[in-house]
């Protein structure tokens, strides 16, 4: 096994960086380890995580989109490509184009709403267990 340690290593570099180009180009992953953060962001290295979270909202009542398993995506699908177009467009808030594909995306997993809202969480990961555990939320954008 140890002959084979230093072709595993590049090949698993390899895949790494073809699977972010595939992301990028919108196909997903070939290499189901790229998005683990495994070496990007090991566990303990940073106190401050965050996600984004989508809201429906419907007249004057708001409500979290959870991210359940439906019949065109399951769960993490719903989370990763939340994520991913949540932090383009929170990297540039005058991307029309990925507000749009958010929008499309919401109003295909939750049809019943009038607009969307997409909030930034932040919390402290090594704190979920302990009294003093907060999540901050902030809002991005209105998607209409």
């Not at 004057?60 to 490509?81: P, Q, W």
């Not at 607009?115 to 901050?136: G, H």
């Amino acid at each position: 096994m140890k002959k084979y340690t230093y072709y595993l290593f590049a090949l698993s570099l390899v895949f790494s960086f073809l699977s972010f180009f595939t992301i990028k180009a919108g196909y997903g992953e070939i290499y189901p380890f790229y998005t683990w953060r495994l070496f990007t962001k090991p566990s303990g290295s940073s106190t401050t995580d965050f996600q984004y979270k989508l809201y429906g909202i419907s007249k004057k009542d708001t409500v979290r989109l959870t991210n359940t398993d439906s019949a065109l995506f399951d769960g993490n699908e719903k989370a990763s490509i939340i994520n991913n177009i949540g932090s383009e467009i929170d990297k540039n808030k005058t991307d029309h184009r990925s507000k749009g594909k958010l929008y499309r995306f919401a109003k295909v997993i939750e049809p019943g709403y009038q607009s969307y809202l997409l909030i930034k969480e932040s919390f402290n990961a090594q704190k979920i267990d302990k009294k003093d555990f907060k999540i901050n939320r902030e809002i991005i954008t209105e998607l209409k």
